[in-house]
Structure formats: C-alpha cells, structure tokens
T-cell receptor, first 113, second 114 residues
C-alpha cells in the first residue's frame, strides 16, 4: 500500500540545523516533495527530488534520498524563527506521474529564539 | 500572478445542512485537485480534474459529496447533507502539464459542522 510516515514534532534553537525525516512505502515513486504549511495557510512547495537522485541542495535546504531504505530527509541550515511551521513529505506513487500526492501527517518544527 | 483562490475561507453550518466551496485555479492550469485535511493530518486527495473531466474520484464519498468543473476552470465542491465528521479544511490545488507535477495550493476553506 501507499503510506508516508513522519515524526510529529521537532524543536531546535535559532541558528541550528533542523533535520526532518520521512519514510515511504512505494518503491516506484517518481518524485518526492517537501511542503511547508504555516498557520491558516495552504501548502507551499519547498523543494522536490526526482527518484533517480540522491541529493538536492537549494540554498539553506538539502534533501537526501535513500531509495534502498525508502527514506527522505530535509535539512534546513541556519534555522530561523520564520521556519516554524508544519512540514509535509509527499510522494507520487507508481511508476508514472498520475498527479496523485500521498502526504505524511506532517512534522511541526518549533524554532526557539 | 494570482495564486489559487478559494472561498469562503471559513464556514460554520449545522449538521444536515448543505455547503459548497469554490476554487479558482491559477490561470492556464488545466489540472485541479480537491483535498481534505483533517486536524493534525496531511491532505488526502478527494478528486482530480484534467480540464473538465474528473480523472480520479476514487476517494470522494459520492453519497454526500459532489464536485464539478463545468468549463474546465473554476470548480465547486459540495456536501449535502453535512455531517459532524466533515469538519476539516478543504484545500484546492492546481498544476500545469509537466513532469514535476508542482501543485500550487490555495489557503483552504475551514468547515465547522455543529
């Protein structure tokens, strides 16, 4: 079946690095995504990685993909208070891009000043 | 460029009443999605449209939920009658054709059923 799991909560101090982890079950996922949701707002795409990549870096964000273990992580360098939000991992199941996204339950990131 | 627009932002109704949500996707996006987000959970797909055609509605509870996208642009999602368990945030998203399937989300409609 299709399932995406995340830890529920992470607390870090401002300036530290944050690492949010995610595991998924569908080994044929084409793309894997990280979305950010601030209170009362919709989801904002932060970054994504294609399944044939191991790593992707975009400014303060680093995504690592371990296909063997079906593990995805998002590292935020120099975490700021404005990074406090809920972070969702999502996958597109199946070998073709059907448009369907399967989301994890979200990780709440709390950044303390 | 305007993002995905949804209205209303908040809706409070009594159980057994009907309710409708409206979504205007980003101009030029031919794929439109409706998601349900329960408190403390990630969004779950209800229905996906390619232009005016519903291509994936397997998760839509068809006994009380309906959706339409008549001209392939705006869409409405309706619940009739609403139940207490329908209290949630209803998110609309849109995307253009392309391999990375970047979906742009609206702010959502928060429904409270009393």
């Amino acid at each position: 079946g299709e399932d995406v799991e995340q830890s529920l909560f992470l607390s870090v101090r401002e300036g530290d690095s944050s690492v949010i982890n995610c595991t998924y079950t569908d080994s044929s996922s084409t793309y894997l995504y990280w979305y950010k949701q601030e209170p009362g707002a919709g989801l904002q795409l932060l970054t994504y990685i294609f399944s044939n990549m191991d790593m992707k870096q975009d400014q303060r964000l680093t995504v690592l993909l371990n296909k063997k273990d079906k593990h995805l992580s998002l590292r935020i360098a120099d975490t700021q208070t404005g990074d406090s939000a809920i972070y969702f991992c999502a996958e597109t199941p199946g070998s073709s891009n059907t448009g369907k996204l399967i989301f994890g339950q979200g990780t709440t990131l709390q950044v303390k000043p | 460029e305007a993002g995905v627009v949804q209205s209303p932002r908040y809706k409070i109704i009594e159980k057994k009443q009907p309710v409708a949500f409206w979504c205007n996707p980003i101009s030029g996006h031919n794929t439109l999605y409706w998601y349900l987000q329960n408190l403390g959970q990630g969004p779950e797909l209800l229905i996906r449209y390619e232009n005016e055609e519903a291509v994936d509605d397997s998760q839509l509870p068809k006994d009380r939920f309906s959706a339409e996208r008549l001209k392939g642009v705006d869409s409405t999602l309706k619940i009739q009658p609403a139940e207490l368990g329908d209290s949630a945030v209803y998110l609309c998203a849109s995307s253009s054709a392309g391999g990375d399937n970047e979906q742009f989300f609206g702010p959502g409609t928060r429904l409270t059923v009393l």
